[in-house]
C-alpha cells in the first residue's frame, strides 16, 4: 500500500481531469486513482480546483506597500508616479524596503501566488532595492521562487550612471536584464539601449525583460528592434517584452508587420492590464484608449504571453492584493476574452504561460514536478475567475503553507437555504 506524506484527493485540475495527487517530500511523487493510499496529511479536495501555483512575471516589489509615501500620486500617470518613486528611494532604509517586501511575500503566499519576477531599481548609486530584494530572494527561497530584473528606472543612457550601477546589479547576483528603452531621451538612444541590454545579456547568458513601449505614442516601436537583436543574437526564447501598450494605438498595417516579427523571435509579452488601463489614455477626452496590448492578435500568433501584477500599494497604484485571478479577470474584460477557450487561456496566463515566461522547469502538476500547487473554492479554473474565490489550502515544495476554511455567508431569510457560496455549476446539455 502506497504511502505519501501529503495526500490531496479527489481535486479536479485545470484540464477538467478529477486525480488524486500524492506528494513525498519535495516532489509530486503519484497522481491518478491513489485509493487505499495511506499519507501523513490528507486534504480532501473533491469538487474544487487543484491548480498550479499562480505566477506573475512582473512586479516591482522593491516600491511596494508604500503607498502615500512621501506624498500620493495626484495626477495618478506613470510620470507622476516615476518622479514620486525618485523622491521615495531618497529616503528609503534597506530595512524597510525587505520589511515591505516580506510583508507583500507573505500576502502572495495566502493567495497561491509562488513564483514572481520583479524588477530592481538600478538607478541608485548605493543599489539599496538590489541589496534588499536580494536579502528577501534567499529568505524566501524555500517556499516561493523570486527571481530579480535589473532595471535601469530612469533610463539605460538618461542616468548617467544606470549602466554602471545595472552592471554591478547582475555582478551581486540578479537574474535577468531589464530596460525602459521608450524612456531614454530619443527614439535613437532608445534603440541603441536595446541593442545593448540584448548585448549584456547574450554575453553572461541571461535573460531579457524590458519595459517596451509603455506609452500611447504608436511610433514608439521599440519592440521592433528586440525582436531584431533577439534575432540577431540567438536570444529566441530567452526575450520578454512587458507592458506593449503602444500596440494598442499602432495602425494595423504596421501591427500585420510587427506580430510575425515577434513570433519568430520567439518573444514573450507581459501585459499588466490593471496597470495598463489605469495609467494609459490619461491625456484622452473621449474615446478613450485603455491601454492594453493586442492580446487576442498575438494568441492567434502563437506568442507566449503572461498576464503581470505590477504594482501593489506603490507610487503607481493604489490597489491590489496580490491575486493573480484579480489580474486575469480585468483581463479578460479588457481584451474582450470571453468564450470557453479564451477564458481558460486567460488562466493559464496566470499560471503555465507565465512559467513558461520564467523558465521554471520544476513547475507543474505532474510526477516528479516541484509539489507546489493550490486547491480553490471553485470548480473549474473558468469559476475560478469569476469567483477569485478563497485559497483553501497551498502547498510549497511539499509543505502546507496557508490554510483557509470555507467562506461560505450564513443567511437567515425565511424558506431559503441557511448559507451561500456562489458556486455553480451549469446544467447539463
Same mark, same amino acid.
Given at each position: 500500500?502506497?504511502?505519501?506524506? !501529503?495526500?490531496?484527493?479527489?481535486?479536479?485540475?485545470?484540464?477538467?481531469?478529477?486525480?488524486?495527487?500524492?506528494?513525498?517530500?519535495?516532489? =509530486?511523487?503519484?497522481?491518478?486513482?491513489?485509493?487505499?493510499?495511506?499519507?501523513?496529511?490528507?486534504?480532501?479536495?473533491?469538487?474544487?480546483?487543484?491548480?498550479?501555483?499562480?505566477?506573475?512575471?512582473?512586479?516591482? #516589489?522593491?516600491?511596494?506597500?508604500?503607498?502615500?509615501?512621501? +506624498?500620493?500620486?495626484?495626477?495618478?500617470?506613470?510620470?507622476?508616479? =516615476?518622479?514620486?518613486?525618485?523622491?521615495?528611494? &531618497? !529616503?528609503?532604509?534597506?530595512?524597510?524596503?525587505?520589511?515591505?517586501?516580506?510583508?507583500?511575500?507573505?500576502?502572495?503566499?495566502? #493567495?497561491?501566488?509562488?513564483?514572481?519576477?520583479?524588477?530592481?531599481?538600478?538607478?541608485?548609486?548605493?543599489?539599496?532595492?538590489?541589496?534588499?530584494?536580494?536579502?528577501?530572494?534567499?529568505?524566501?527561497?524555500?517556499? @516561493?521562487?523570486?527571481?530579480?530584473?535589473?532595471?535601469? &528606472?530612469?533610463?539605460?543612457?538618461?542616468?548617467?550612471?544606470?549602466?554602471?550601477?545595472?552592471?554591478?546589479?547582475?555582478?551581486?547576483?540578479?537574474?535577468?536584464?531589464?530596460?525602459?528603452?521608450?524612456?531614454? +531621451?530619443? @527614439? &535613437?538612444?532608445?534603440?541603441?539601449?536595446?541593442?545593448?541590454?540584448?548585448?549584456?545579456?547574450?554575453?553572461?547568458?541571461?535573460?531579457?525583460?524590458?519595459?517596451?513601449?509603455?506609452?500611447?505614442?504608436?511610433?514608439?516601436?521599440? !519592440?521592433?528592434?528586440?525582436?531584431?537583436?533577439?534575432?540577431?543574437?540567438?536570444?529566441?526564447?530567452?526575450?520578454?517584452?512587458?507592458?506593449?501598450?503602444? @500596440?494598442?494605438?499602432?495602425?494595423?498595417?504596421?501591427?500585420?508587420?510587427?506580430?510575425?516579427?515577434?513570433?519568430?523571435?520567439?518573444?514573450?509579452?507581459?501585459?499588466?492590464?490593471? !496597470?495598463?488601463?489605469?495609467?494609459?489614455?490619461?491625456?484622452?477626452?473621449?474615446?478613450?484608449?485603455?491601454?492594453?496590448?493586442?492580446?487576442?492578435?498575438?494568441? /492567434?500568433?502563437? =506568442?507566449?504571453?503572461?498576464?503581470?501584477?505590477?504594482?501593489?500599494?506603490?507610487?503607481?497604484?493604489?490597489?491590489?492584493?496580490?491575486?493573480?485571478?484579480?489580474?486575469?479577470?480585468?483581463?479578460?474584460?479588457?481584451?474582450?476574452?470571453?468564450?470557453?477557450?479564451?477564458?481558460?487561456?486567460?488562466?493559464? #496566463?496566470?499560471?503555465?504561460?507565465?512559467?513558461?515566461? @520564467?523558465?521554471?522547469?520544476?513547475?507543474?502538476?505532474?510526477?516528479?514536478?516541484? /509539489?507546489?500547487?493550490?486547491?480553490?473554492?471553485?470548480?473549474?479554473?473558468?469559476?475560478?475567475?469569476?469567483?477569485?474565490?478563497?485559497?483553501?489550502?497551498? =502547498?510549497?515544495?511539499?509543505?502546507?503553507?496557508?490554510?483557509?476554511?470555507?467562506?461560505?455567508?450564513?443567511?437567515?431569510?425565511?424558506?431559503?437555504?441557511?448559507?451561500?457560496?456562489?458556486?455553480?455549476?451549469?446544467?447539463?446539455?
Amino acid at each position: 500500500m502506497a504511502s505519501f506524506d !501529503i495526500l490531496v484527493k479527489n481535486g479536479t485540475l485545470p484540464d477538467g481531469t478529477v486525480s488524486d495527487i500524492g506528494i513525498t517530500g519535495r516532489t =509530486i511523487a503519484a497522481m491518478g486513482d491513489l485509493s487505499g493510499a495511506e499519507a501523513g496529511t490528507t486534504i480532501d479536495a473533491t469538487g474544487d480546483l487543484v491548480s498550479p501555483p499562480f505566477v506573475d512575471p512582473h512586479f516591482h #516589489m522593491d516600491a511596494t506597500l508604500s503607498y502615500g509615501t512621501p +506624498r500620493i500620486n495626484a495626477s495618478g500617470t506613470l510620470l507622476e508616479g =516615476i518622479a514620486l518613486w525618485n523622491e521615495l528611494k &531618497q !529616503i528609503v532604509t534597506v530595512d524597510e524596503m525587505v520589511a515591505r517586501a516580506l510583508d507583500y511575500c507573505d500576502w502572495a503566499v495566502s #493567495m497561491g501566488l509562488l513564483a514572481i519576477r520583479s524588477h530592481v531599481d538600478t538607478c541608485d548609486d548605493t543599489l539599496k532595492g538590489v541589496e534588499a530584494l536580494l536579502e528577501v530572494r534567499e529568505r524566501v527561497k524555500d517556499h @516561493m521562487e523570486l527571481q530579480l530584473v535589473a532595471f535601469p &528606472q530612469d533610463g539605460l543612457y538618461r542616468d548617467p550612471t544606470a549602466r554602471t550601477n545595472t552592471l554591478r546589479a547582475l555582478d551581486m547576483g540578479v537574474d535577468v536584464v531589464g530596460g525602459i528603452p521608450h524612456f531614454e +531621451r530619443t @527614439m &535613437q538612444d532608445g534603440a541603441a539601449s536595446v541593442r545593448d541590454l540584448c548585448e549584456i545579456a547574450a554575453e553572461r547568458g541571461l535573460l531579457v525583460d524590458l519595459h517596451c513601449d509603455e506609452t500611447d505614442d504608436p511610433l514608439s516601436r521599440h !519592440i521592433e528592434t528586440l525582436a531584431s537583436e533577439t534575432c540577431r543574437l540567438g536570444l529566441q526564447g530567452r526575450v520578454a517584452g512587458s507592458h506593449l501598450t503602444s @500596440m494598442h494605438s499602432m495602425d494595423n498595417y504596421y501591427v500585420s508587420k510587427l506580430l510575425p516579427l515577434m513570433a519568430e523571435a520567439q518573444i514573450a509579452a507581459i501585459p499588466n492590464p490593471l !496597470i495598463n488601463i489605469t495609467l494609459q489614455g490619461r491625456h484622452d477626452t473621449f474615446p478613450k484608449r485603455r491601454g492594453l496590448t493586442r492580446v487576442k492578435e498575438m494568441h /492567434a500568433h502563437g =506568442i507566449t504571453i503572461g498576464w503581470g501584477q505590477d504594482c501593489v500599494r506603490d507610487p503607481w497604484y493604489s490597489l491590489g492584493t496580490a491575486d493573480m485571478l484579480d489580474v486575469a479577470f480585468m483581463g479578460l474584460h479588457v481584451a474582450q476574452m470571453t468564450s470557453p477557450q479564451e477564458m481558460q487561456r486567460c488562466f493559464d #496566463m496566470a499560471t503555465t504561460e507565465s512559467a513558461r515566461i @520564467m523558465h521554471l522547469e520544476d513547475y507543474g502538476l505532474a510526477v516528479g514536478k516541484a /509539489a507546489s500547487l493550490v486547491v480553490l473554492d471553485a470548480g473549474d479554473a473558468i469559476e475560478a475567475l469569476r469567483l477569485r474565490p478563497d485559497r483553501l489550502c497551498v =502547498i510549497s515544495k511539499g509543505r502546507v503553507v496557508s490554510r483557509k476554511a470555507r467562506n461560505d455567508a450564513c443567511l437567515s431569510l425565511p424558506g431559503r437555504p441557511s448559507s451561500v457560496r456562489r458556486r455553480h455549476t451549469p446544467a447539463p446539455d
